[in-house]
């Protein structure tokens, strides 16, 4: 249904977020023990063949390298990763047998996600002593700050995040952050804590806390000390929490009251559509699905030698459900195998010996029936993941195959339609495209809510919101909000932590009903750049992974739909990749190979830089609905704040087109005062919670759109300087300063900077500037062009003008 301008949604308002965005710059060790074959953990959920005893679960890894051990076996993991002392807490969808594997193999796994989970050890004495013991020859290391920032979450309490880099990298280090508690004030009297090491792939990042710490008082300044002798004291800065207009009570919101399948999501975005044809319109996009629809099968004996299943040719809707397979043991002796068909019911008249008893095997069954050409006309026989089939079959009852899925005819078991909606006064290509899109994994139910609820306030504010009317007269705005609607069919009815597509792309020895949970293809792992198909990491080539790449790139068609749409419409600038859950907000790169953690190539300095500029305009605006703040460490490229995510679309997108992509983790843990933790929410929370993620995040992903809008926009020239920042009796060492993000070309020699001349890079991952350093006088010639490219000066780089800026920056000795 769609949703109308009734009294109980017009009593939802929001704040509209209208104001400009203010751009600015903002190991453990590895495992003792050789990783085991991949094959010891078999992901298929097969204890049964149901949902039952299927659960997320915790499980603690020690370092990076646990990850990627369980990703090469397959598990099901969540997009969720936590630093906790010890490692990282993961989540992982698991049946009672995986978990008992995952025991055996020594992975500690510590209760469900429902659960809450105490932390059992203190591992701070036990760093502070193995420190104490190599402090002595150690020299004191240099502390280089990247972060330190406080923020407010729900129910008005605030929150540190802090992260340093020590030059010293050895797991020896160990880390001590004191703060104020505001102005004037002692320098440790809102606290102290040690921090947390963080290692990606063997190797230092930098050091953190687990999670962010409570505070009773706002401090100013925070002092971050080494057991090596380092120290150094930062100021400490809000995170988020731009200032806002006050609401304006005629701006309506809040139009999705319940999880909806995806037929039901589809119908309401055409329903919009057809009420408000001058802004809006639907785009059938070109790959329709495999479709809601498996082959009805039937599974004969235990899971033992003699076991085989059957597998209909036709679809189970289309006559497969129909089918029925008996095993009859005859009333002689020296009986032979043999097969009878009568329209779709299939006899097997079992052979037996000179005693009478049943002499046939599973594999003569099998042979029996596919050898039978009525039979094979119908079905298909496989022996138990194939296994010799020498076991002998016993006799059973007239079985009818069934393609087990339990969704109402409201749900067709066609190849589905995908469609987009487009939203904008102008749909001819001329403004700057914005590509939203949403439920790429089924299992995550808020997301298409968040799509829909975002069409909902444009197009129902259109004529009431003067912003709104700006958004959609000036920009381009494609909202795709089920990406992977059979898998989201199958997990709203038959299995609800299905994360992949619904496509059976595993042969006959993982094809039997008992792994019909495991099958289908991880479409955030079937995009083709950084591939695990190119040697990337986080995916996998095993048909009943969690993260099933597929049989190759782009083999999928909702994957195809997501290309063809950034490619038709060439005008897309921005896009969103909304996900569940954690509350994350991340961008490129999205991949590494784990050997040297070689990620793909890094934006560059400006555009790193834009990133993070927009994401406080845009985590602002998640925060705006009700104060839930996303972590400052859960925002940046995904594998620094995640885990490395093979052939993932954002990577897609901006690698090959260009498109400025993010990505969200709608669902961020949730402060619980009572136990002072921050609390998980899973997948599919109550609708209660769920509906306050899909609000939150569509404010957000309206956020994305003011910043897409205020690119459009965006004449001004940026302007930039040379910064001094060190000088020695033989050098000097200088950066560059820009008053908004963009990248900084050039020369050292007194030649004329173009677009090749040496660019500014970055320090390092989540550092400032590089700083460059000089053994001689020089006179540095730059000019700097921000993201929209508007170039500083007006000055044209292929052009003969010489209206770059100039310095002399000089090396002298000091008096």
């Known amino acids: 249904m769609r949703s109308s301008l009734d009294g109980r949604r017009l009593g939802r308002i929001a704040v509209v977020l209208t104001l400009p965005i203010a751009l600015s710059f903002g190991s453990f060790p590895v495992l003792a023990e050789p990783s085991p074959p991949v094959s010891e953990v078999v992901p298929d959920h097969q204890s049964s063949t149901e949902q039952n005893g299927v659960a997320l679960l915790r499980v603690i890894v020690p370092d990076e390298a646990g990850i990627d051990r369980l990703n090469s076996m397959g598990v099901d993991l969540a997009e969720y990763k936590k630093p906790v002392d010890g490692g990282f807490e993961m989540h992982a969808v698991l049946s009672p047998e995986e978990a008992q594997n995952l025991r055996d193999l020594g992975f500690n796994i510590v209760g469900k996600i429902s659960d809450q989970t105490e932390f059992t050890e203190n591992l701070i004495q036990r760093r502070s002593a193995v420190a104490a013991e190599a402090q002595a020859a150690a020299e004191v290391d240099t502390l280089t700050p990247l972060r330190a920032e406080w923020f407010t979450s729900l129910d008005d309490q605030n929150f540190l995040s802090v992260e340093v880099k020590s030059s010293a990298i050895d797991a020896a280090t160990v880390l001590t952050v004191a703060w104020d508690s505001g102005k004037g004030?002692?320098?440790?009297?809102?606290?102290?804590?040690?921090?947390?090491?963080?290692?990606?792939?063997?190797?230092?990042?930098?050091?953190?806390?687990?999670?962010?710490?409570?505070?009773?008082?706002?401090?100013t300044t925070a002092t971050i000390t080494s057991n090596r002798g380092g120290s150094v004291t930062v100021p400490v800065t809000k995170w988020l929490g731009e200032k806002r207009k006050p609401p304006k009570k005629h701006y309506v919101v809040d139009f999705v009251d319940r999880y909806m399948d995806p037929t039901e999501i589809t119908d309401r975005i055409s329903g919009l559509a057809q009420e408000f044809p001058k802004i809006s319109q639907i785009i059938d996009l070109p790959h329709k699905t495999n479709g809601y629809r498996r082959a009805a099968q039937a599974q004969f004996g235990t899971v033992a030698a003699s076991t085989f299943y059957v597998t209909s040719k036709a679809y189970g809707h289309e006559g497969g459900n129909d089918i029925s397979v008996a095993l009859v043991k005859p009333d002689a002796a020296s009986a032979a195998l043999s097969v009878s068909v009568s329209g779709k019911n299939v006899v097997v008249n079992l052979g037996t010996n000179e005693s009478s008893a049943i002499n046939s095997t599973a594999k003569a069954v099998v042979d029996a029936l596919n050898g039978n050409a009525a039979a094979s006309a119908l079905l298909t026989a496989a022996t138990y993941r194939g296994n010799a089939g020498s076991g002998l079959v016993a006799a059973a009852?007239?079985?009818?195959?069934?393609?087990?899925?339990?969704?109402?005819?409201?749900?067709?078991?066609?190849?589905?339609?995908?469609?987009?909606?487009?939203?904008?006064?102008?749909?001819?290509?001329?403004?700057?495209?914005?590509?939203?899109?949403?439920?790429?994994?089924?299992?995550?139910?808020?997301?298409?809510?968040?799509?829909?609820?975002?069409?909902?306030?444009?197009?129902?504010?259109?004529?009431?919101?003067?912003?709104?009317?700006?958004?959609?007269?000036?920009?381009?705005?494609?909202?795709?909000?089920?990406?992977?609607?059979?898998?989201g069919h199958y997990s709203v009815y038959d299995y609800n932590m299905q994360r992949k597509t619904m496509t059976n792309h595993c042969p006959v020895n993982a094809a039997d009903p008992a792994n019909r949970n495991a099958w289908g293809v991880d479409l955030n792992r079937n995009f083709s750049v950084g591939s695990v198909f190119d040697g990337y990491s986080g995916a996998s080539t095993s048909c009943t992974s969690g993260t099933y790449a597929g049989p190759a790139e782009l083999s999928e068609p909702e994957a195809r739909n997501e290309v063809w749409i950034t490619e038709q419409y060439p005008n897309i600038k921005f896009a969103?990749?909304?996900?569940?859950?954690?509350?994350?907000?991340?961008?490129?790169?999205?991949?590494?190979?784990?050997?040297?953690?070689?990620?793909?190539?890094?934006?560059?300095?400006?555009?790193?830089?834009?990133?993070?500029?927009?994401?406080?305009?845009?985590?602002?605006?998640?925060?705006?609905?009700?104060?839930?703040?996303?972590?400052?460490?859960?925002?940046?490229?995904?594998?620094d704040v995640l885990y490395s995510a093979a052939g993932n679309s954002a990577d897609e997108h901006w690698y090959n087109r260009g498109i400025i992509g993010w990505s969200f983790e709608v669902g961020a843990d949730v402060y619980n005062p009572?136990?002072?933790?921050?609390?998980?929410?899973?997948?599919?929370?109550?609708?209660?919670?769920?509906?306050?993620?899909?609000?939150?995040?569509?404010?957000?992903?309206?956020g994305i759109l003011e910043v897409a809008r205020q690119y459009a926009d965006d004449k001004k020239k940026p302007a930039s300087q040379v910064k001094v920042t060190d000088r020695s009796e033989t050098s000097a060492t200088f950066t560059f300063e820009v008053d908004e993000p963009a990248n900084v070309y050039y020369t050292l020699d007194g030649s004329r900077p173009t677009l090749n001349s040496t660019k500014l890079l970055a320090a390092g991952m989540r550092e400032g500037s590089q700083q460059i350093t000089l053994d001689k006088t020089s006179d540095i010639h730059w000019f700097a062009v921000d993201i929209a490219g508007n170039v500083e000066g007006n000055y044209k780089p292929d052009g003969n003008g010489n209206n770059y800026r100039k310095a002399k920056v000089e090396v002298r000795k000091l008096p």
């Open 185 to 219: 004030t002692a320098p440790d009297s809102g606290g102290t804590a040690t921090m947390s090491r963080f290692t990606d792939a063997g190797q230092y990042m930098y050091h953190r806390f687990s999670s962010p710490l409570a505070l009773t008082a706002v401090p």
């Open 397 to 487: 009852v007239a079985t009818k195959l069934t393609d087990n899925l339990k969704a109402p005819a409201t749900v067709s078991r066609e190849p589905f339609q995908t469609k987009a909606l487009r939203i904008g006064k102008q749909r001819d290509g001329s403004k700057v495209g914005v590509f939203l899109y949403c439920q790429e994994h089924a299992r995550e139910w808020v997301t298409p809510l968040t799509c829909v609820e975002t069409a909902e306030r444009l197009l129902r504010n259109y004529a009431r919101d003067g912003e709104t009317k700006k958004l959609v007269d000036n920009l381009d705005i494609f909202i795709m909000p089920t990406v992977n609607p059979d898998g």
């Open 576 to 639: 969103m990749n909304t996900h569940s859950y954690g509350g994350y907000f991340m961008w490129a790169p999205g991949s590494y190979k784990s050997a040297g953690r070689e990620t793909l190539p890094r934006p560059d300095f400006g555009t790193e830089n834009f990133f993070w500029s927009a994401s406080n305009h845009i985590l602002s605006s998640v925060q705006s609905w009700r104060g839930n703040g996303i972590w400052p460490g859960r925002t940046g490229p995904i594998p």
């Open 674 to 702: 009572q136990t002072k933790r921050f609390e998980a929410v899973g997948f599919q929370p109550p609708f209660a919670e769920g509906h306050e993620e899909a609000m939150e995040f569509s404010s957000g992903q309206i």
